[in-house]
Structure formats: C-alpha cells, structure tokens
C-alpha cells in the first residue's frame, strides 16, 4: 500500500504490510531550525542572511561536506574563505549547529517501541559536525549515547557519500539489508526524497507537522 504524496491522511499502521521502517533524522526525529544558523553566521560574519543562503546553504559546499568530499577543517576554511574572516573553529561550529532543535522525549519513547516490532535504519543527509551535536542533544535528552541504540544500521551521507534523493541512497540500504521495497516503510519530511523512495516501489510517509509521526504510529506509543 502506497501512501499518496498529494494528501496526507494518517492511518492505522497495522494495516500496512511492511517489516522495516527508514526514518530520515532532522525534521523528523530531531526538530530543525535552518533559518537560526543563518541568523548565527551573519551576525558572525557581517553578510545578509539572502547573501549567505545563496553563498554557503545553496551552494556545493554544504553537499560536499555531506557527502564526505570535505574534511570538517577542510569545511571549516572554505567558510572563512566565504567571510574573509579568520574566525575561530568553536565559533564555526556553534553558529552551524543553531539548526540543531530538541529532540521530543515522544520521539525516542516510540523508537524505543518500534524497534521491538521492526527493523529500524537510519538514513540522513548530515555531517560530522552536526552528528557530534545531535548526540550531545540525545545524551542530555535521555542519557542515550548514540542513535545506533535504537536503529538495526544508522546511514549517514558523509560516510556513505551518499545524499537523497539520489537513488542509490536508497538502493544501498535495501541491497545491503536484503530489504523488500513494499515491505518497507520510508519517513521523511522532504518532498523530494519522498519521491524517490516511492519511485521504488515502497511506502512512504511524508512528515508536514510535528504530531504526524505520533500520530500515524499511535498503536505504538
């Protein structure tokens, strides 16, 4: 059963025949805030938020660095060389991971559940500058170390050089795990990456609103 991308109506779980779920990281499991790390890199730098979306967020930079084309220093000059500024690594950093929002206690009591019931991976387009705070985030949260407690494998884009929706972000989990596409469910709050996974054959849930992950798993919270 295919989940319709136009309109989202939650619905029971149980109905659908799948024995694996993928679930997508920001914006689904930890809360994002892209608009803060703009915020943060201009007052840091002097340039407009406008001017900064199109030279560092919409640039290849943030793609390469998440597919692990750049090393973190590597990174890190390459936004000095953008603000003409020689400005110190603590602060790169801290002004990068302001996207880093909360994550939900909800959240991880449902992961928690749900990995009693399904296999459960993990496949995110991230860097390792933003892992290292997600984990800080889930260790102060729940006195969790790593995201690997909840999740059969964990894929990250720095290290898989892969990024959704390229298609073989998505292939290599399935091939890897001897995953069946219409016995797996795919979690995203992308569009475009929930495209893709249909594309595959397997079903799809799109994240619009804080409540439709809890909501569409309810049996399981």
Same mark, same amino acid.
């Given at each position: 059963?295919?989940?319709?991308?136009?309109?989202?109506?939650?619905?029971?779980?149980?109905?659908?025949?799948?024995?694996?779920?993928?679930?997508?990281?920001?914006?689904?499991?930890?809360?994002?805030?892209?608009?803060?790390?703009?915020?943060?890199?201009?007052?840091?730098?002097?340039?407009?938020?406008?001017?900064? +979306?199109?030279?560092? /967020?919409?640039?290849?930079?943030?793609?390469?660095?998440?597919?692990?084309?750049?090393?973190?220093?590597?990174?890190?000059?390459?936004?000095?060389?953008?603000?003409?500024?020689?400005?110190?690594?603590?602060?790169?950093?801290?002004?990068?991971?302001?996207?880093?929002?909360?994550?939900?206690?909800?959240?991880?009591?449902?992961?928690?559940?749900?990995?009693? !019931? +399904?296999?459960?991976?993990?496949?995110?387009?991230?860097?390792?500058?933003?892992?290292?705070?997600?984990?800080?985030?889930? %260790? /102060?949260? &729940?006195?969790?170390?790593?995201?690997?407690?909840?999740?059969?494998?964990? +894929? +990250?884009?720095? !290290?898989?050089? %892969?990024?959704?929706?390229?298609?073989?972000?998505?292939?290599?989990?399935?091939?890897?795990?001897?995953? $069946?596409?219409?016995?797996? $469910?795919?979690?995203?709050?992308?569009?475009?990456?929930?495209? &893709?996974?249909?594309?595959?054959?397997?079903?799809?849930?799109?994240?619009?609103?804080?409540?439709?992950?809890?909501? %569409?798993?309810?049996?399981?919270?």
């Amino acid at each position: 059963m295919l989940q319709k991308l136009q309109d989202f109506i939650p619905f029971a779980v149980e109905r659908v025949d799948f024995k694996n779920i993928i679930f997508d990281l920001g914006g689904v499991i930890v809360n994002i805030a892209p608009q803060r790390s703009l915020r943060a890199f201009s007052m840091l730098s002097g340039f407009t938020e406008e001017e900064l +979306y199109n030279s560092v /967020t919409s640039s290849e930079i943030v793609k390469h660095f998440e597919k692990g084309w750049l090393h973190v220093d590597a990174f890190r000059n390459s936004l000095r060389q953008i603000f003409q500024q020689n400005i110190p690594n603590k602060k790169l950093d801290a002004a990068w991971n302001q996207v880093i929002g909360d994550i939900p206690p909800a959240r991880l009591t449902l992961l928690k559940n749900l990995c009693k !019931q +399904y296999k459960l991976f993990l496949l995110s387009n991230t860097n390792p500058i933003h892992l290292r705070k997600i984990q800080e985030v889930l %260790y /102060t949260t &729940a006195g969790i170390k790593a995201l690997q407690h909840f999740f059969t494998k964990t +894929y +990250y884009s720095f !290290q898989t050089g %892969y990024v959704k929706p390229e298609i073989d972000a998505f292939k290599s989990i399935l091939h890897e795990n001897h995953l $069946l596409p219409e016995e797996t $469910l795919f979690v995203d709050d992308t569009i475009e990456n929930i495209e &893709a996974a249909s594309s595959l054959k397997m079903n799809v849930l799109h994240v619009r609103t804080d409540t439709t992950l809890l909501e %569409y798993f309810t049996h399981a919270i």
